[in-house]
């Protein structure tokens, strides 16, 4: 019988088990190959030597930024210390860098957003219909929302009130009463060119929630926004919180600012002003569910379906997204970083790129850095942790907790002995809490479908043989197996000590021209450096 007359032949062994993707095998990063490592260790101590000559206290740049940087340099990098793995059955071994999980290092971005978007799916955000609410605001006010925290959490709430209003009055118009929305707001500081543009991301059930007579709280689906929903809401929106904006704007001019912060202010003062002419105004483009007034914009067209909850997670993700991508980034040959743009920007050149120094480059990743403490996602509503409805909500189900056959944890060497109170439970059985994060293999199981902890060879699950850090002992490793001992070497400043500098920042005038933001006078206190 010729193969072509065989009869189809279809087995899975679980559910869906030939649909899905085949593990890729893990390949360790090196980040000292990446363009963004070459230009952070090539010109950071010429980014920090400047900022210290132009600012009078002799100071410079703000202590986190600085340690970000230099943290960034250490992620990944095998001198600095790793985990050695080893293969029970074949002996093969593997070492796996340590991580510097900063905010300045796009991996350990990502593994955060990973980690957080899969906290949300699996343990916050019940089965519902969720759309995506995006709300941008005008040039003028974005320098004092990026150097402001109180001010962006003052426009976010009031942002968030105004949606909720609109939510309870829809439902009342329904026949119904006390009901309660929800939101997840994630706080995005960039925008497409690496320019600084704080708005919001924030994540609402397409209905609210009430609480039952047995005291759970149940899920009520609302219809949909319409065009002149959007209009509506985005002009009272504009109204509400450019009122706000105008009267924080007026009290900026007559505030004293920190004179030791003047450098980040610079920084992103002129991270606000695109790289390349704009020419001119874009006209408003029609899109649905979408409206603009007076440069406020509100957008809500994404949505997600209540089962789809894989996009759901994906949307959560890019929310939380890193402000660049380094598949992005080259460099050219006469040292200058281009930074690939997502889309053609519109405008009648349709540029496709930007092309920076790699100083200016360095001082916008400085003002997109979040500051210390500064969260970046906010719950409010029925999700947030003093809402009396936040343990009554439906619990999801969870998704993918057990993918990866082990994770990068040493064993528990003695189960744990039950304890009476989980005796006394109705079955004699204690409930097993969801850890609150996935460990490094789970997660990347489950985002980029990556076996981290399987050996390559025999498709054994690896075991952990140490965690080292001391340079003796890492030296003797690497240099037994041919790897770099040492860490690369950082650049000195190429600043030259004969230069001005009086000299602001490019374009620091006129962008802080165009502020409201800038102090009324440029006279500061001076004094002694540490």
Request: glycine share 6%; with cysteine.
């Amino acid at each position: 019988m010729p193969p072509t007359a065989l009869p189809p032949l279809f087995f899975e062994r679980t559910p869906g088990a030939a649909s899905r993707p085949v593990a890729r095998p893990y390949r360790r990063r090196e980040p000292d190959q990446t363009v963004l490592h070459t230009v952070v260790r090539g010109h950071l101590e010429t980014l920090l030597d400047e900022a210290r000559r132009r600012n009078d206290s002799c100071i410079g740049y703000p202590h986190f930024i600085e340690h970000e940087f230099r943290r960034y340099l250490d992620c990944g990098i095998l001198a600095r210390g790793f985990a050695r793995l080893r293969c029970p059955s074949c002996g093969f071994e593997r070492l796996v860098a340590f991580s510097c999980k900063g905010r300045l290092c796009p991996s350990c971005w990502a593994r955060r957003a990973g980690d957080t978007a899969a906290g949300l799916v699996d343990q916050v955000l019940p089965e519902a219909p969720y759309r995506q609410w995006v709300l941008t605001f005008p040039w003028e006010v974005r320098f004092l929302l990026g150097v402001d925290a109180a001010f962006l959490s003052e426009m976010l709430t009031a942002f968030l009130r105004t949606l909720f209003a609109w939510f309870r009055h829809r439902h009342r118009l329904t026949g119904g009463a006390g009901a309660e929305p929800g939101a997840v707001t994630f706080l995005q500081r960039f925008g497409g060119s690496l320019n600084l543009n704080p708005h919001f991301h924030s994540l609402l059930p397409d209905g609210v929630f009430l609480q039952d007579p047995d005291g759970q709280a149940k899920f009520l689906p609302l219809p949909p926004p319409t065009d002149k929903d959007i209009q509506h809401l985005t002009a009272r929106l504009a109204k509400r919180l450019g009122a706000m904006a105008r009267r924080r704007l007026a009290e900026a001019g007559m505030r004293e600012w920190d004179p030791d912060q003047a450098p980040l202010h610079a920084s992103a003062g002129e991270a606000l002003r695109l790289p390349f002419r704009h020419g001119g105004q874009d006209a408003p483009r029609d899109k649905p569910l979408c409206a603009r007034v007076d440069g406020f914009s509100l957008h809500a067209a994404r949505t997600v379906a209540q089962d789809d909850r894989d996009g759901l997670e994906r949307l959560c993700r890019y929310g939380l997204r890193a402000p660049f991508s380094q598949d992005r980034l080259f460099l050219d040959p006469d040292g200058r970083v281009r930074c690939r743009l997502l889309r053609p920007w519109p405008t009648p050149d349709g540029r496709i790129d930007l092309v920076l120094d790699p100083v200016a480059f360095l001082r916008r990743l400085a003002a997109l850095v979040p500051a210390p403490y500064q969260n970046l996602v906010r719950y409010h509503g029925v999700f947030a942790n003093r809402s009396r409805l936040r343990p009554r909500l439906p619990k999801p189900t969870p998704r993918h907790r057990h993918d990866a056959p082990c994770s990068l944890t040493a064993p528990d060497p003695a189960p744990k002995a039950r304890t009476p109170a989980a005796e006394d439970r109705p079955g004699g059985e204690a409930k097993v809490p969801l850890p609150r994060h996935l460990s490094w293999a789970r997660l990347l199981k489950r985002v980029l479908d990556v076996e981290a902890l399987t050996c390559t060879r025999c498709a054994t699950p690896m075991v952990i043989v140490a965690f080292l850090s001391d340079p003796a002992v890492l030296q003797r490793i690497l240099d037994h197996l041919g790897l770099p001992a040492a860490p690369p070497p950082i650049a000195p400043s190429q600043r030259p000590p004969d230069d001005d500098d009086s000299l602001p920042f490019p374009d620091d005038q006129d962008t802080h021209r165009c502020c409201a933001a800038r102090p009324a006078s440029d006279a500061r206190t001076t004094r002694a450096p540490p």
